[in-house]
């Protein structure tokens, strides 16, 4: 039998190099002491500060001396017990600290229970992770802080990956709708003016760039040069675009809104007397998701009638997809995402871990609270029985 702690320390360096996350780094030194000492716990670390993005006429930020963003990664967890079926999805923050903490996968909602999970017994898969930005000493306000947290979606790509010290590329989008770009080398956000119509999602895609407008459009974004190419003509006909990576190929969902006047009126007006425009926006119901595929071949979109065992997940600041087999469920062919109509209208399960949290079967056509199908609910809350205050330290 293999003595596996008598690998040379240069081939346990390369392996621990190849590891994606701090959690598998941290499975892989607690395996044997020569596998502890041969390296360090260490991650990548980016600037204390970044500067505040420029305003619509692209020009810098008055407070910007005073005022800036720290960046944060979250990822998300499909967790398991080796003793039970039962799956967690958990998405998971790391501080400054290295401690973790346990947040809603869909949302920007922090868990509210001080349990600390032991991962050396867990089986841990990561399905999905997002980049977010924090406000630096910016006043909170009136609504839960959520002006603290820069609230586009926000992806990283890494110049050098076998180097904690490489260089980076930040791609989000202003709130003009154009593209802006955060190089570590210039240290310093770039607005895009290359805009037919309004972006509405990014997507690091195979190690490239990639932005899809309000029609559809998609574009590959050169971080090099700052310029945009067309990849694929508009679909016309949703309100909102998502792009997500799916069993290799990069698809298209197609979010379709409309207007419920159902929602209690005396909730907006307590709520959102001083925002009639967040008010809209919170009384509006996703009635319909097309799903299509890129052909890079054509340049176009192909729709996608069934995504067969495949689940996809449109969250607040990340979206992604895994098969039904890694989630511990019987079925597939779904999008979960978040629905604010669910949340004013008191449907879903009673929890703010699901509530909010909509399910569209491709199947049926059909639009349903996360309650109603109970495989998939449970994978948001309650716990599972395992996790219990017996499982303990990270």
């Given at each position: ?84 079926a039962t799956s967690w999805l958990i998405k998971v923050k790391e501080d400054e600290s290295n401690r973790k903490h346990l947040l809603n996968p869909l949302k920007r909602h922090r868990f509210d229970f001080a349990k600390v999970l032991d991962i050396q017994n867990l089986s841990l898969l990561e399905i999905g992770h997002e980049y ?263």
């Open positions: 039998m293999a003595d596996w702690s008598q690998l040379p320390k240069d081939l346990l360096g390369l392996i621990a190099k190849r590891l994606d996350t701090s959690f598998d780094l941290f499975r892989f030194r607690h395996v044997c002491s020569t596998w502890r000492s041969s390296v360090t716990p260490t991650r990548r670390r980016f600037p204390g500060r970044f500067p505040l993005l420029p305003n619509e006429n692209n020009s810098k930020n008055f407070f910007s001396s005073s005022f800036g963003f720290s960046l944060s990664k979250r990822t998300v967890f499909v967790i398991r017990s080796p003793h039970n977010v930005l924090n406000y630096i000493n910016y006043p909170p306000n009136s609504l839960n802080d959520a002006c603290t947290l820069y609230m586009e979606k926000l992806i990283l790509m890494h110049l050098d990956q076998k180097s904690d010290l490489g260089g980076f590329v930040l791609l989000t989008i202003h709130v003009s709708g154009k593209l802006a770009i955060y190089t570590s080398e210039n240290k310093d956000w770039v607005i895009l003016e290359q805009m037919p119509s309004p972006y509405d999602d990014v997507i690091l895609f195979k190690g490239k760039f990639y932005a899809v407008d309000n029609t559809g459009r998609i574009v590959y974004v050169d971080h090099s040069c700052f310029d945009v190419n067309l990849v694929a003509n508009p679909v016309f006909g949703g309100d909102k675009k998502y792009l997500v990576q799916c069993k290799g190929d990069l698809l298209l969902v197609d979010m379709y809104l409309s207007i419920d006047a159902t929602v209690d009126s005396s909730f907006s007006n307590e709520y959102f007397e001083h925002e009639p425009q967040l008010a809209y926006c919170m009384s509006e119901r996703t009635v319909m998701f097309k799903v299509f595929r890129l052909d890079w071949k054509q340049k176009e979109w192909i729709e996608v009638k069934n995504l067969r065992d495949h689940v996809l997940f449109l969250g607040e600041d990340c979206v992604f997809s895994t098969s039904a087999d890694d989630l511990g469920v019987s079925k597939g062919n779904c999008i979960l995402f978040v629905d604010n109509l669910f949340y004013l209208s008191g449907e879903g399960d009673g929890s703010d871990c699901g509530h909010g949290v909509g399910v569209f079967d491709l199947e049926s056509g059909c639009i349903k609270p996360l309650e109603n199908y109970p495989e998939l609910s449970k994978l948001f809350w309650p716990p599972p029985a395992w996790f219990t205050p017996a499982v303990l330290e990270v």
